[in-house]
């Protein structure tokens, strides 16, 4: 039997990004030492409790962290992306870590709550936009 495992990298109360990462690479190591088969990592935005806005990055990570776990996107959502750039991560990936890269894709819009459009400093002043015209 091929087990896996989803990881939502859940942040627990008080718990900083830094702690919340250190969970996800000591759960992804034990899942490896252990024989499973994959790791998935999925893509949620605005979740207060979820540290899981970019899964490629994630999955670069840990693959370079554990030595025979395949690792995936548990739902790329393609909406909010490049689908060409998207491939191009994933294929850069697979040359990384061969025979251990998974690239799944959802059709959510990936957030929590109620939907918004790109930052701008009128909400957040500390929001980075673009000046290109």
């Not at 109360?13 to 252990?34: K, P």
């Not at 850069?92 to 890269?101: D, E, H, Q, S």
Request: proline share 6%.
């Amino acid at each position: 039997m091929k087990l896996s495992v989803l990881d939502q990298t859940p942040t627990a109360n008080g718990q900083t990004s830094a702690q919340t990462f250190q969970n996800t690479i000591e759960l992804a190591r034990l899942v490896d030492d252990l024989g499973y088969n994959r790791i998935w990592y999925s893509e949620h935005h605005g979740a207060v409790n979820l540290a899981s806005a970019s899964p490629e990055i994630r999955i670069a990570h840990i693959a370079s962290v554990t030595n025979n776990i395949r690792v995936g996107s548990g739902g790329i959502m393609l909406m909010h992306y490049s689908p060409l750039k998207m491939a191009e991560v994933f294929k850069t990936l697979a040359t990384l870590y061969p025979n251990r890269i998974d690239f799944g894709v959802g059709r959510a819009p990936g957030e929590t709550g109620s939907p918004r459009l790109p930052c701008t400093k009128e909400d957040n002043p500390i929001c980075l936009t673009s000046t290109i015209s």
